[in-house]
């Protein structure tokens, strides 16, 4: 009895030490590595929160689920819609109002966005660290709704191409901040269901932007405006308003969880929640603590040629997932001849299979903690999509091709960012490494836009050929990996190295 008094009293003393930490700290905030300090000399594992109380656990990893994905989300799908949504628009009446049919005028429109997204992704990702997603994020995305808005009033074709390249700023630091700020608040093989609940929903507006951007198109005429000028107008303003209510419900990292927000002024957890998640992400990677970021670790971080990897992983997955989005609407209605409102309608069921095929596999790459197969899986599929799509006659099965081209595809995007994230540590380096990632994909955009050219239309057969090598390729590049990373994996078991500078650390395949 006398020594379960003492572990009640040590706990009572321990939080009290912690929350006193708290409200003595110039910023009300929580000093992460005093709190894993004390974690760890603690007289025995009931003082742990996360091993303490397992259902405590799971209620706040259901607390940061609720706020955080739901939020950035829903946010990110009208990035996408922002960013995709020309060829519905080139359909519905930009074309002959700004002459894009003439020359390369639509790949180059497409193509510039991706030019100031790739530059503008690293400073973008340190930024995000400075000021804190909850003021950072919100604020990205009024202003590129702002100019989405302003995409509705262009009379030249020059016009569009300055509001592309100001939205390809404003839209780099909203993606790779996301992906950085959910990686930071989960453990390794917790990652990819929410990565795949985050671009789910992204996904499936992706593909119900061309329903929405029809209905849009049919207010032609009202207040003298062309119809694809309304479908800029009116998702812009919807943009503009989630921004607005971004301030209220995005968070910040865990590490300045306990702290009150700058715009609402209350924590989002309390210092014994927020100690429980950095005590998790310690255990499961150790690096809880902000790794200080200066231009000799940035050196060192860009000397591993993993992170360059991933780019370019995500360059050849994103050159087959951008060709879908850039170019399918267009496929449909001036290669397979189905009317406008159909080309746009028929676009949204190939993402709905897309978006379950790719909840389920991250599902079993979480549980079974594998990513390279699931990757090979998801590109096998894709290749048989596109020969379908390419090399067939029939219009149904060409059609069908479609699901499976759109589905392997964008189930792999969750995919990659996993594995990326399973295969690193330190907080600064995977800062570093998404806004690499990011910018590969965003090369990838860049390539679907160029090699889709007007002198192949419409069945643009040199371009199906490009997509079916890249996911070919990557292929051959996970299966590389396999070997790599065992080997790898088998030295540090020998403790003949230390992989990624983590003891006990091992590479994930």
Excluded at 62 to 87: E, G, H, M, S
Excluded at 104 to 111: D, E, G, K
Excluded at 173 to 197: D, H, I, M, N, T
Excluded at 485 to 492: F, G, W
Aim: hydrophobic content about 50%.
């Amino acid at each position: 009895m006398a020594t379960k008094e003492k572990g009640i009293e040590a706990e009572h003393n321990e939080r009290l030490s912690v929350d006193e930490k708290h409200h003595s700290g110039k910023d009300g905030g929580l000093d992460v590595q005093d709190i894993l300090d004390q974690k760890n000399d603690a007289p025995g594992p009931d003082v742990v929160p996360s091993q303490r109380d397992d259902h405590e656990t799971r209620r706040i990893i259901r607390k940061v689920d609720l706020r955080l994905l739901p939020t950035l989300a829903v946010i990110y799908a009208f990035a996408l819609i922002d960013r995709v949504n020309l060829p519905n628009a080139r359909i519905a009446g930009m074309d002959a109002d700004l002459g894009l049919s003439i020359g390369s005028r639509y790949s180059i429109l497409t193509m510039i966005f991706f030019i100031p997204y790739i530059i503008f992704q690293f400073p973008a990702n340190i930024v995000i660290r400075k000021l804190g997603p909850a003021v950072w994020l919100p604020s990205l995305v009024i202003c590129w709704g702002a100019v989405t808005i302003g995409m509705g009033f262009v009379t030249h074709w020059t016009q569009a191409l300055g509001c592309r390249i100001i939205l390809g700023v404003l839209e780099a630091g909203y993606y790779p901040g996301c992906v950085f700020l959910l990686s930071c608040w989960y453990v390794r093989f917790e990652v990819q269901k929410r990565f795949s609940a985050f671009y789910l929903l992204a996904l499936l507006a992706s593909g119900f932007s061309n329903i929405l951007a029809w209905g849009l198109s049919e207010m032609k005429g009202i207040g003298g405006l062309n119809g694809w000028q309304w479908i800029f107008a009116i998702e812009g303003v919807i943009t503009v308003f989630l921004g607005v209510m971004g301030y209220v419900t995005i968070i910040d990292f865990p590490d300045k969880a306990s702290k009150p927000s700058p715009i609402t002024r209350r924590p989002f957890l309390t210092v014994d929640e927020a100690a429980i998640i950095l005590s998790r992400i310690q255990q499961d990677r150790g690096d809880a603590v902000v790794d200080q970021l200066t231009w000799a670790t940035i050196r060192v971080h860009l000397r591993d040629w993993k992170i360059w990897e991933f780019a370019w992983l995500y360059f050849l997955n994103n050159v087959v997932a951008y060709s879908w989005g850039y170019f399918l609407p267009i496929i449909l209605r001036n290669d397979m001849k189905y009317s406008v409102a159909m080309s746009q309608i028929m676009s949204f069921p190939p993402y709905v299979l897309a978006a379950a095929w790719m909840f389920a596999t991250a599902w079993v790459a979480d549980r079974y903690r594998k990513r390279g197969l699931i990757i090979i899986f998801n590109c096998t599929w894709a290749i048989i999509g596109v020969c379908m799509m390419a090399f067939l006659d029939n219009a149904r099965a060409r059609y069908a091709g479609v699901f499976l081209g759109v589905s392997g595809a964008n189930a792999n995007v969750p995919s990659l960012l996993s594995y990326m994230h399973n295969n690193i540590v330190g907080q600064m380096k995977r800062s570093i490494a998404s806004a690499l990632l990011i910018g590969g994909g965003a090369c990838g955009g860049i390539a679907a836009s160029n090699i889709f050219r007007q002198q192949d239309a419409p069945k643009y057969t040199p371009a199906m050929a490009v997509v079916i090598a890249t996911q070919v390729l990557s292929i051959f590049h996970v299966l590389k990996n396999f070997m790599v990373y065992s080997r790898a994996n088998r030295q540090a078991d020998r403790a003949e190295r230390v992989l990624e500078g983590q003891e006990g650390f091992r590479q994930t395949m």
